[in-house]
């Protein structure tokens, strides 16, 4: 079993930037592909971003592409997820997971492992 724990969310105003942490606890959590993905009221989850176990490959939604950094710290369990120039459309629950794979994907439905979320509010 894996379990995640989500941090760092909270209300902040459009430009600005917010940094959001997920603490794993698990043997294999090193050889585990990360993600982040998101759900805004009456909208389905939406992928985010995706880490690869080595933490060399990334991958990201288009709409955050470019504000949005996904990064690993195997050593300390972590995976982090640094959001620059917020925007009110960011405004969502986030939520970390983990893949039983050491390579990344974009579908929900891959990941085994969730967080509880964290609330994110971005305000105009």
């Known amino acids: 079993q894996v379990q995640l724990v989500e941090s760092g969310g909270g209300l902040v105003q459009a430009g600005g930037s917010l940094r959001l942490s997920c603490a794993a606890s698990?043997?294999?959590?090193?050889?585990?592909?990360m993600g982040w993905f998101r759900q805004a009221p009456g909208k389905e989850r939406e992928f985010v971003a995706t880490i690869r176990w080595s933490g060399d490959v990334t991958g990201y939604a288009d709409s955050v592409k470019g504000r949005f950094t996904i990064s690993r710290d195997n050593a300390k369990n972590t995976v982090a997820l640094q959001m620059n120039s917020l925007k009110p459309e960011d405004t969502a629950v986030y939520y970390c997971?983990?893949?039983?794979?050491?390579?990344?994907?974009?579908?929900?439905?891959?990941?085994?492992?969730w967080g509880q979320g964290t609330q994110v509010t971005v305000s105009s």
């Open positions: 997971a983990a893949r039983r794979n050491p390579y990344g994907s974009y579908t929900p439905n891959e990941y085994a492992y």
């Open positions: 698990g043997r294999t959590f090193s050889t585990y592909a």
